[in-house]
């Protein structure tokens, strides 16, 4: 018999060391967006909450904005690009697939040679590659993993459809996940319902497109009251899910950073969890709009900008899109790039 395999005897204890993002520099108003719906600021703000988002220029693509925020959640948690054992980059809008976005970023961070993966689950994500690099640092397969949410929206919402092109914008945000001293990120809850796969939707598919020269081109097409409905029925429980699963209550959190779908959405969540009004809910759609993958790194920036949360602080997050996909978990808030 040859040599037992050398495994982790003790789960090491994980914290988010710290966070960096990338808003593209456009600034997108409501009116801009209604030249080309058939819409107004007045309907747009109170149906969502949005007053502006950002849209990424020619030079703001997926793998620089991912760069970018990658760059700064290394100076946050000063760790160096050589000590990233693996990038795992969320994102549904990196125009190719293959290579990975992951593998690309690792090499332009100078680590040597990181293990890359990019996750497509839609607006979930970020929870979902949160939960991927929480668990590897946890069981010792790596001491540093950077995760990156970002997308590129805009290239996939067609400017005149006015379902879908109000409430989405472009971003980056990036946390690197290590060793802590005491626990600092919960265990993750995860899962999908595909009998409602079809609700958040490419269509068509690319080969459909690419084979066919009367075929438009692909674009997101949302049916945005069943997914309305799915996440304001559904989110709450699975939100008391993860609380449960980390042995906390609400009265144990300090700030509620729920994907940022839709101002509407967060309350309705809100309310059916008995939030206390002590619990710092993050706003950010108001200006970032809907980015997705990137929305919860950059709805804690927000949070620690404005004040309104501070590192260390107890924070859930719960992200929640197309699959229909959700994943949470309870997180120690982390340090901010300057
Ligand atoms: O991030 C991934 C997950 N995505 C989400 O969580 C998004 C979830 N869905 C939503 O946030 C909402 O469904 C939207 C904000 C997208 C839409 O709001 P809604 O309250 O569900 O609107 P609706 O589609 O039910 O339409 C209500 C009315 C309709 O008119 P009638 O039939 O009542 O006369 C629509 O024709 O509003 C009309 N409408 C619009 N009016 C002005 C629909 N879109 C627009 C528009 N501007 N852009």
Known sequence: MGAAIANTTELRHTA?????????????????????????????????????????????????????????????????????????????????????????????????????????????????????ANDLVRTGSEDHVLVVGVERMSDSTEPTDRSVRFIFGDGAGAVVVGRGDEAGIGPTVWGSDGAQGRAIRQEPDWVDFATNPTQKRPWIIMEGTSV???????????????????????????????HQANARITEVIARSMNLPETVAVSGDIAETGNTSAASIPLAMEEMLRTGKSKPGDTALLLAFGAGLAYAGQVVKMPVLAD
């Open 228 to 258: 309305f409905r799915w996440a304001a029925f559904e989110m709450g429980k699975i939100a008391q899910r993860v609380l449960d699963k980390t042995g906390m209550t609400v009265d144990d959190i300090d700030a509620f950073v729920p």
């Open 16 to 132: 988010l060391l710290g966070l960096g993002v990338y808003r593209p520099e456009r600034i997108v108003t409501n009116e801009e967006i209604c030249q080309q719906i058939d819409s107004t600021d007045e309907w747009i703000q109170s149906r969502s909450g949005i007053k502006s988002r950002r849209f990424a220029g020619p030079h703001e693509s997926v793998l620089a904005m991912a760069i970018s925020a990658g760059r700064k959640a290394l100076e946050a948690a000063g760790v160096t690009g050589q000590q990233i054992g693996t990038v795992i980059i969320a994102t549904s809008t990196y125009p190719v697939q293959t290579p990975a976005c992951a593998a690309l970023v690792a090499e332009e961070l100078g680590t040597g040679g990181a293990g890359a993966i990019d996750v497509a689950a839609g607006c979930a994500g970020f929870s979902y590659a949160l939960g991927l």
